[in-house]
């Protein structure tokens, strides 16, 4: 079975200072990834996603994650955070055959300092 | 833009009620799914459907049904509500890789 795991339940950081958001998962056959950002009284909202191909995925909002294999990561990253950027960030796995739910990671709350 | 609807946004029940949580897609997605999220948790599956009168157990079925008589519609039902079924619910749909997500109901049953 899948499992996401996410490092860092609070991250903080100044405006305009780099953002990572780190993301491991176990998978015993090649994964679908996802990032996903939910503000505060919304829903879940797509960020970028990996499916096949290249391996450093852009997003919206200038956000971009990488899939190493060999370490079975997919953090998220944003050069310079904007205040707007405070959130929630759920990082995501789905097997790429079969059931089609996603396995969640329990979410890393972002807050930017002014 | 794929719609994902659900029917309300704030629900106070009573112990021992039936509650029903409904959710409408209007992009004509096979695949329907509800989750629960609670903080530190994530998100976790409760149910999925693949086609109209299909269901699945997702990894927390416990005290919850589904019904989808229609493609567009999957509902939530929580046959008892039970105090540890306060949280928010979401909705999902999907197309070939995205989920789509409802804006989520927050349930609080007292």
């Known amino acids: 079975a899948q499992s996401v795991t996410q490092l860092g339940s609070h991250v903080s950081v100044s405006e305009g200072a780099l953002v990572l958001l780190r993301c491991n998962y176990s998978s015993s056959v090649p994964p679908y990834l996802f990032w996903y950002v939910q503000y505060p009284n919304q829903g879940l909202q797509l ?4 499916t096949t191909g290249a391996t450093l995925v852009k997003g919206i ?3 971009e ?36 739910a996603l396995t969640f990671g329990s979410g890393t709350r972002l807050q930017v300092q002014p | 833009d794929v719609k994902v609807t659900q029917s309300s946004r704030y629900l106070v029940k009573r112990t021992g009620e039936k509650v029903f949580l409904e959710c409408v897609q209007d992009m004509d997605h096979e695949n329907m799914f509800w989750y629960r999220q609670d903080p530190g948790l994530g998100l976790r599956l409760i149910y999925f459907s693949y086609d109209v009168k299909m269901k699945e157990k997702g990894d ?3 005290g919850y049904s589904v019904s989808r008589e229609k493609k567009e519609r999957f509902s939530l039902i929580l046959e008892s509500a039970s105090t540890n079924q306060t949280s928010m619910y979401l909705c999902a749909s999907i197309n070939a890789y995205e989920q789509y997500f409802g804006p989520g109901t927050r349930l609080t049953v007292t």
């Open chain 1, 65 to 100: 994650a990488e899939f190493k294999k060999s370490e079975t990561s997919f953090h998220l990253t944003k050069p310079s955070a904007h205040m707007s950027d405070a959130a929630e960030y759920f990082c995501a796995v789905r097997i790429g055959t079969g059931r089609r």
């Open chain 1, 61 to 63: 909002n200038g956000f």
């Open chain 2, 60 to 62: 927390i079925p416990e």
């Open chain 1, 47 to 50: 960020l970028l996603k990996y």
